[in-house]
């Protein structure tokens, strides 16, 4: 059994292999999309109309969630992308509505997301990056916690679920977890969707 203090190996690890995944599929995102738009006609237990779903601007070799938010722009869904702000000696994550072509601004870390002026929300169902998973929906982030402090606070307040956005090479056997570490409902992959909990 791998142990929590194995993550810093197992991210360098997994930062490397995500890197050639992403080289060998440029356009994963638009594969992933399109398999989960197909997964999304099958099932019925997907949020109403009046949800919002996050997703994130992606940096280094992540795969690219936007092909999957045009898709549910497109049928009506409201989107948002998280936003760093600063807290103490650090910073929070909160959630700030977006549509597609709004203007961004650089935001800590030189990710992109929308400008203060913004309304913050509470999503629905929140798309996140990761270096690693595996089938009980455990995720292998950068370390810095911002999802799984999001997560459980939006999780106290209301429903709200958690996909990942990966390439199907990125699942591991196990992620060393900690309890604090936040499950995923699902894993959206360039080959389909992984179905953790009973959602969709």
């Known amino acids: 059994m791998l142990e929590p203090d194995q993550k810093p190996l ?8 995500r890197a050639a995944l992403a080289q060998g599929a440029p356009l994963a995102g638009d594969m992933l999309a399109e398999l989960a738009c197909e997964a999304l006609d099958e099932r019925q237990a997907w949020p109403g109309r009046d949800a919002i779903i996050a997703g994130y601007w992606p940096i280094q070799s992540e795969i690219n969630p936007f092909p999957l938010m045009q898709i549910f722009e497109e ?8 936003c760093l702000i600063a807290e103490g000696e650090g910073y929070r994550m909160i959630f700030r509505r977006f549509s597609l072509g709004d203007e961004l601004v650089n935001g800590p870390f030189d990710i992109r997301q929308p400008a203060e002026e913004a309304d913050e929300i509470l999503p629905d169902v929140v798309f996140l990056p990761l270096l ?10 950068y370390g810095g916690g911002y999802y799984d402090r999001v997560l459980s ?34 894993i959206f992959t360039d080959q389909g969707v992984i179905h953790v909990r009973s959602t969709v």
């Open 132 to 141: 690693a998973f595996d089938e009980q929906g455990w995720r292998l982030g």
């Open 75 to 82: 049928r009506g869904y409201g989107l948002a992308l998280p």
């Open 153 to 186: 606070r939006l999780r106290a307040a209301k429903t709200v679920w958690g996909y990942g956005i990966a390439f199907s090479g990125q699942q591991l056997a196990e992620i060393p977890f900690e309890v604090h570490d936040q499950p995923l409902d699902g």
């Open 10 to 17: 197992l991210r360098n690890e997994m930062k490397r292999r």
